[in-house]
């Protein structure tokens, strides 16, 4: 290839077996910048737009993934409310059968039960959970004594009233035919009755649970912790702190409940204990 100051000389040379041909193309320079410039600004646009559809394609996947799990996480919470729904259909059909099948009414031998309880197979069963609850409260005794010194250990009645079944097995209140291990302290009480904290602490649970209905679940520290279940109003909120005495709420009968009652626990480390040890009097 020659060149002179205004075109780029190509040579092109062809030979056959008889004879030989050389063939001068003469290409303007100013033209070749251009089809040069030309050419790259294509390719360039061609790998620009390569680029943007795949970023699009990306997009559309993204999306279209984020849709189906917003559809599956739709699904997931409808069938979790149609569970709800159907636990609080049960648990109001058994109350109302507890009460037509012959559970006394409040005014006559003041008897409402319920709150939450695990299913035992057999009686043995039913021995080891109450032996592990035993054996609990036997090794936080020393633990006890601190809370006690410090003000966190319930002291109080969060209501005054019969005691009804406590901790421990018991017969299905709903006329079931098994037993069941009762994790609180049922306290008769007339709807309405102003439920008092037993120790200051702050505010963990304040709304409806299953089994408990509306429930207020009170950290007093240290591993230490009460439970007070089936109210019928609620006066507190989440991470509000509560003084020992102060009213939390009002006796009700909602949730796994025959008739109005509270359904008072004390718990250490998360573990149930007999709550009798921490109303004044009525340890056995």
Partial sequence: MTRDDTFYAFFVARTSRSRARIRRIYVNKRWMKIYTLGICAVICGLLYGFYGLTQQARHLRIAHENQRLREEN??????????????????????????????????????GQGGPARPVDNIAQLEALELKTAKLERDLRMYEGFLRQHGMTPSIWP?????????????????????????????????????????????????????YGNVVYVDHGSGLSTRYGHLSEIDVTVG???TRGQTIGLVGSTGRSTGPHLHYEVRINNQPVDPRRYLPGAEQ
């Fill in 159 to 211: 209501v005054m009233g019969k005691l009804e079944s406590g901790v421990g097995g018991r017969r299905n209140p709903f006329g079931g035919r098994g037993y069941e291990y009762h994790e609180g302290q049922d306290i008769d009480a007339a709807w309405g009755t102003p439920v008092q904290v037993a120790a200051t602490g702050r505010v963990t649970v304040a709304g409806w649970q299953r089994g």
């Fill in 74 to 111: 739709e699904k997931q919470r409808q069938e979790l409310q149609n569970l709800n729904n159907r636990i609080d259909a049960v648990e109001g059909t058994s109350r109302k059968l507890a009460e037509i099948s012959g559970v006394p009414e409040q005014n006559e031998a003041s008897r």
């Fill in 240 to 242: 509000q702190t509560v």
